[in-house]
C-alpha cells in the first residue's frame, strides 16, 4: 500500500487503520476482526488503535465483551483525512475518470470490500443510469493504469435498480456519487 501516507505516517499498520475506518465511516470493527483482516498480531493493532483513540482520530464503544472502532466524524482532521483515504485509494480518481464522465449516470456506488474500507485491489463499482458499455470499459481501463487496482462494474437502469434495490443494500455499500 505505497501511498501518499507512506511518507507522512511510518506505522504501516496506522496507514491500513485509517484507511479501513475513514472509507466508510458509517462502518465499526473490533480488535481481533481487524488484527485477522490485517494478518498482525492482535498487541500490534492494539497499539495504534490505542494510539489513534488518544488523539480523538477514532472512537470506541465497548458492546458485551468487545470494544469497538470508528472514525470519529466530529474530529475536526476527519474531512481531510476522509478525503486522503480516497486520494490512497484512488476512489478521487474514479469518480473524476468514469462517474463524471459517463452521461446520464443518477448514483454510483462502492460494494463490498472497498464500502466496508477494505483496500483488496479490485474495486467494484455499482453505475445507476442509462450508460453507454463500451465508453465505460475504456474509461475503466484508462482509471485502473492510474490507481493501480482493477475495476468492476455493473451497470442498472434506474428501473432495475428500483427492482433489485432491497438485495442490492443488504450488501455492503457506500454512495459516492448522486446526480
Known sequence: MESLFTGLISSKTRIKLLVRLFMNPGTQSYLRQLSGEFGLSTNAVREELNQLSATQIITSSKNGKRVFYRAN???????????????????????????????????????????????????????VGNIDAYHLNDLSRKTERYVHRKIRTIVFSPEEYNRFSKKI?????????RK
Open 73 to 127: 466524524e466530529s474530529h475536526p482532521l476527519f474531512p481531510e483525512l476522509k478525503s486522503m483515504v480516497a486520494k490512497v485509494l484512488g476512489i478521487d480518481q474514479v469518480i473524476d475518470g468514469i462517474v463524471k464522465r459517463l452521461g446520464d449516470l443518477q448514483e454510483a456506488y462502492l460494494l463490498d470490500d472497498y464500502a466496508e474500507g477494505k483496500d483488496t485491489g479490485i474495486i467494484d463499482l455499482m453505475l
Open 169 to 177: 443494500k443488504a450488501k455492503p455499500h457506500l454512495l459516492i456519487w
